[in-house]
């Protein structure tokens, strides 16, 4: 004989028979075949192959009827056909669901209903009997949350949690502490738990019971429970910040706060910060604080104040550039270089003027002590100035104009030749101070000894600034003439004379003999003798046979570059021609020819 125990509602092939939740002991046992003949016919079922399955394959049975008789629970399958042939192993639960039995409409025969699906491999004509033996003992009831388990208190509503054994249902009551109680009524729960919300109470002591009843009808004991309901929520006070109240931005502002409750006592008291920490002012606009209550009961309350915190600091500004007492020259480019700043989360930056816009030049157009101004002011209308205090200074040097001597400039030793310079600084510069050089404007220069000079003029302005210019120049001594002139004439009787020949003796190559004559008999045309190369004698053939009259002059000019000529002049007289001869020297007047 096979034996098949049902634990919780699960079935496992040979384990022993064991107790359910419920109190009972249950075991299926299934008898050999054989039992259709001689067996009682109220016993006997078969499975029903409702989906003609063959052989050997899984089936679902049903138990169509169910009865007591004495301490024994008995099934009776619904009758099948065509099942010969099948062997049985052992029954199965298909499913998890547990035995479970309530009594129902033949509770007059003793017998109760009872309905589970079984898979089984069937043989017709088995019969299974189920045993149970009934438990005495009365559900026990667990209340495990409610306001009567820690605070004791709780508001107009009200929650309590309990359990008790799997398959039982609960009642419940709740009246004011210390009256008649009502009677029990059905309250929430199943599979062991339950729960029941409580609303509309209203304050003192109250009282909840609750009690479980099993499957059989048994009532277990009342769990009672007894707390306090306060409707009445905490109070708050607010003292900072005051109501409606403006702060500077960034200002510290303590919190303060408290509440207070008369009955179940303050649980919770909370607002933005701590009670004496700082209250937020750190971005300028509106602003709330709130402060929330709970007490113990469970009643909640808050109160909200507004205040407003204020931009009220000035923004800040920033000068690059004109440095503070830095000094510029005069007509120096000096972009300006400054920025304004509002602090961090204010109303920001309105405006950033200032003596010029940010980039263009500061003025530095005359000299002397100068203010830049920059003038910032945020949204809130706060205002800064800020000003920077620089000197404008003549840092050109002036100029030097040297007109006498000039650069390169011959003369011949001893010469008279008169200094000419001058200085001049810029328009609006600080003025010449000091003009000097080696001899004053207009006094002679130094031509005592041959050699190279130099002139050098030093200028001053009133600044400080100073400026040297120099003109070299050269003095020659004066010179044994390399060239001579002489004039062979006749007739000179007769009151006129005629040129025989003119020959120009030691002609320097390079140098130039340039002709003019003046009065009656000169030639009409006249030409330039250039020496190509030295010539120790040169016969000047255009005067040959020229006649002059008295009164009429012959000059010839011998110049060379960078030195000194030589002028020769003849005048004509009835008795014949007189010579004098003077010193030319470069880009001089001629002068009387020192020995």
Request: charge should be negative; include cysteine; glycine fraction near 12%.
């Amino acid at each position: 004989m096979a034996r098949v125990a049902i634990v919780a509602g699960a079935i496992g092939a040979g384990a022993p028979a064991a107790a359910n939740a419920d109190g009972f002991s249950v075991a299926i046992n299934v008898h050999g075949a054989g039992l259709v003949t001689g067996g009682d016919s109220s016993h006997k079922f078969s499975c029903q192959d409702t989906a003609g399955l063959p052989p050997n394959t899984p089936n679902t049975c049903f138990f169509s009827s169910a009865w007591v008789s004495g301490n024994a629970i008995q099934l009776q399958a619904t009758a099948g056909s065509g099942l010969s042939g099948w062997s049985v192993n052992r029954w199965a639960l298909s499913g998890t669901t547990p035995i479970a039995c309530s009594q129902g409409s033949n509770d007059t025969s003793g017998s109760c209903d009872i309905t589970f699906p079984l898979t089984c491999l069937c043989h017709q004509n088995e019969q299974i009997d189920v045993y149970f033996t009934r438990n005495s003992a009365y559900p026990a009831t667990a209340v495990t949350s409610g306001p009567s388990i820690g605070p004791g208190w709780s508001g107009p509503a009200a929650t309590f949690t309990y359990m008790s054994e799997s398959d039982v249902s609960f009642t419940c009551r709740v009246y004011p502490a210390g009256s008649s109680p009502p009677g029990f009524g059905p309250c929430p729960g199943s599979g062991g738990a339950g729960s029941d919300s409580l609303g509309g109470l209203a304050g003192g002591r109250w009282t909840f019971d609750v009690q479980a009843v099993d499957i059989w009808g048994n009532h277990g004991p009342v769990s009672t429970q007894t707390w306090t309901v306060d409707t009445s929520p905490p109070g708050i006070y607010v003292t900072s910040p005051a109501p409606n109240a403006v702060y500077p931005q960034h200002q510290a502002v303590p919190a303060g706060y408290g509440c207070s409750d008369n009955a179940s006592g303050v649980a919770l008291c909370q607002g933005p910060v701590a009670n004496g920490q700082l209250i937020d002012t750190s971005s300028i606009g509106p602003h709330t604080f709130t402060v929330q209550a709970r007490d113990a009961a469970g009643n909640v309350t808050s109160t909200t104040l507004a205040y407003t915190v204020a931009d009220s600091a000035p923004p800040t500004v920033s000068v690059v550039t004109p440095a503070t007492n830095a000094t510029y020259g005069r007509g120096q480019t000096v972009p300006a270089n400054y920025s304004c700043q509002d602090e961090p989360a204010g109303s920001g930056i309105a405006s950033c003027d200032a003596t010029v816009a940010n980039g263009a030049s500061i003025d530095t157009s005359t000299l002397g002590t100068k203010v830049f101004t920059v003038v910032a002011k945020d949204k809130s209308g706060n205002q800064t100035t800020s000003q920077v205090t620089y000197s404008v200074i003549d840092v050109s040097p002036p100029t030097i104009h040297i007109s006498s001597p000039s650069p390169g400039q011959v003369f011949l030793q001893g010469q008279s030749v008169a200094a000419g310079y001058s200085c001049q600084d810029d328009a609006g510069g600080s003025g010449i101070a000091a003009c000097t050089g080696p001899v004053a404007n207009g006094a002679r220069i130094d031509t005592s000894k041959p050699g190279t000079e130099t002139l050098t003029v030093q200028a001053t302005d009133g600044a400080g600034n100073s400026v040297q210019s120099s003109v070299s120049y050269t003095v020659a001594p004066d010179p044994v003439l390399p060239s001579d002139f002489t004039l062979r004439y006749g007739r000179a009787a007769s009151g006129r004379i005629e040129v025989l020949r003119m020959t120009a003796y030691r002609l320097l190559a390079g140098s130039t003999a340039i002709f003019s004559c003046h009065g009656r008999g000169c030639p009409s045309h006249l030409h330039p003798v250039t020496a190509d190369e030295n010539k120790s004698s040169l016969v000047i053939r255009q005067w040959t046979g020229a006649v002059l009259r008295p009164g009429a002059t012959i000059k010839a000019t011998v110049t060379a570059p960078l030195s000194a000529g030589i002028v020769v002049v003849w005048h004509v007289t009835r008795s014949g021609a007189t010579k004098t001869e003077m010193c030319l020297p470069p880009g001089g007047t001629p002068r009387p020819c020192t020995a």
